[in-house]
């Protein structure tokens, strides 16, 4: 989700319409935006701690 965000971007919708779009707010979207800006496509991917993060979140919604 996080590359479509930035083509989104880069394809010339504003950050509010890129967050409405993917269901994200326009501080997500900046902050993608700034990660590609500052080192490309490879700076978009999780790191293992996101990675993490986001399965204990999904976890706990049903019920681990």
């Known amino acids: 989700i ?3 965000i930035v083509q989104s971007v880069m394809r010339g919708a504003t ?3 890129a967050a409405v779009a993917f ?3 326009t501080a ?3 902050k993608f935006m700034a990660l590609f800006r500052s080192g490309g ?3 978009l991917r999780m790191t ?3 990675a993490q993060t986001r399965v ?8 681990r």
């Open 23 to 25: 269901g994200v707010s």
């Open 28 to 30: 997500v979207v900046q």
């Open 15 to 17: 950050y509010a319409d």
């Open 56 to 63: 204990s979140g999904e976890a706990l919604r049903i019920g």
């Open 48 to 50: 293992p701690t996101e």
């Open 41 to 43: 496509v490879d700076a």
């Open 2 to 4: 996080r590359i479509r």
